[in-house]
């Protein structure tokens, strides 16, 4: 069988070999982050460092086309939005040297990781989405403040930039001096931002579509509803549910083909309480957080699009379990307490997804090195936060925090280390 290069071995990373190296699908595992779990899986055939994707992207295209004389006619999938939007960025020069590219045109992948774009293409195909302004200025947040109501949402223009400083998706702003002091705090930080109305509602208004589309054409489709997010108010999700939607799939399937969409798709939606609209939040151009959902509830979308691109296997739609949970279980208990302290929040609310059939993110029976790996950054990641600076001739004092403080990716991560199996 011909090899799938994989590059980032995060969450959605270690799902996509999961779900290929389990069929007998030769995997190999090209990761830039010592966070990715994927590299310690029992499924990957050979695991290697790479130059960073965003940062050194010259580096990073030059070391996939030499590693394609050795996986020749490998499939090549980018799990992360950086690995994408350098991927997609030089599509031809990778498909020249032999790759099969599982990764849209480049127009596509920058209107989708443009939020900006996004919105504006959304608006334009007639698919409900929040009311969107793009802030260049203070000047222009005042703008939005004389015509928009607060709260409102200042969300990155590229989130997986404004994630790796923040740790959180976006943040909510209550009037026109919070907005200005977070639209400095991102500015000072070289991010594009926009300024969004707020949807009202929690996070369990929060949906999945997720699609392989193909000519226009949706062959499969399946959609899960969110139940929990990490962080609890701004994050991405940690529990998520099977379950059909069918309000999803008419906006989906207009987004993805104002888009001309080709290959695999993940939207997410919220529903808006106070006209009952799915409205548009995001499109993932790649493999999302909670793909293994997919794969465990009966639809594999990596061996699909595998199938799709090597074996010229058109795709079709089957039945998917109902009802099965995903839980990223170290991001869920760290946000334990931010659910526990709402009032109408139980503890069996909060355990009923691991009461009812479920699967984990990361730990797996089978597959025990990328928890193995997860475990050891969480300990060196809790210690580091529960050891304060250190007096003056004494040892270091001991403050734990909990929840524990959000700290800016550039102080907080360890500097990347090179990896081989």
């Known amino acids: 069988m011909k ?93 020249a040297a032999g790759y099969l590219v ?28 929040p009311a969107t302004t793009l802030v260049t200025d203070e000047d222009a947040v005042r703008d939005y403040a004389a015509r928009a109501p607060f709260p409102a949402v200042l969300k990155p223009v590229l989130s997986h930039r404004y994630y790796a400083v923040f740790g959180r998706k976006w943040t909510r702003v209550d009037d026109l001096e919070h907005a200005l002091a977070q639209f400095r705090l991102a500015r000072d930080a070289g991010l594009d931002v926009i300024l969004q109305e707020l949807i009202g509602g929690d ?47 008419e906006p989906g399937r207009r987004m993805l083909r104002a888009l001309d969409y080709r290959g695999f798709a993940n939207i997410e939606f919220k529903r808006d309480p106070r006209d009952g609209l799915y409205k548009i939040i995001e499109v993932n151009a790649r493999h999302n957080l909670s793909a293994l959902l ?13 199938r799709h691109l090597v074996h010229g296997e058109r795709p079709s739609q089957t039945d998917y379990r109902q009802g099965l949970y995903w839980i990223d279980v170290t991001r869920d208990i760290k946000e334990a307490w931010a659910y526990l ?64 403080s959000r700290v800016p990716a550039s102080r907080d991560r360890p500097a990347a280390r090179p990896w081989r199996r």
């Open 294 to 306: 997919a794969f465990r509830c009966g639809i594999n979308f990596p061996l699909l699009q595998y």
């Open 102 to 129: 599982a990764a849209p045109d480049e127009s596509t992948v920058h209107t989708c990781l443009r939020k900006v774009d996004t919105y504006a293409l959304a608006e334009r195909a007639g698919v409900p989405s």
């Open 203 to 249: 996070e369990l208004c929060g949906a999945n579509y997720n699609a392989y589309f193909v000519d226009g054409e949706p062959l499969v489709e399946m959609t899960a509803a969110k139940i929990r997010n990490s962080p609890a108010e701004t994050g991405s999700p940690c529990v998520v549910v099977s379950r059909e939607l069918p309000d999803l799939l």
């Open 3 to 95: 090899p799938v290069v994989v590059v980032g071995g995060y969450t959605p990373g270690l799902a996509v070999v999961r779900a290929l190296g389990t069929q007998g699908v030769p995997v190999v595992l090209v990761g830039y982050d010592p966070r990715d779990m994927g590299q310690a899986s029992r499924w990957v055939r050979e695991s290697l460092v790479c130059p960073h994707p965003e940062r050194e992207v010259e580096a990073f295209v030059a070391f996939l086309v030499g590693l394609a004389d050795r996986w020749p006619g490998a499939m090549l999938v980018p799990a992360s939005d950086r690995s994408l939007a350098a991927v997609a960025t030089h599509a031809s020069r990778l498909a």
């Open 341 to 404: 302290r709402r009032p109408d929040y139980s503890l069996g609310d909060f355990l009923r997804p691991y009461r009812s059939p479920h699967v984990a993110a990361v730990w797996d029976v089978r597959d025990r090195g990328p928890a193995r790996i997860r475990a050891g950054h969480t300990a060196r990641e809790a210690a580091r936060r529960c050891v304060g600076p250190a007096p003056r001739g004494g040892r270091p004092a001991r403050v734990c925090r909990w929840p524990p």
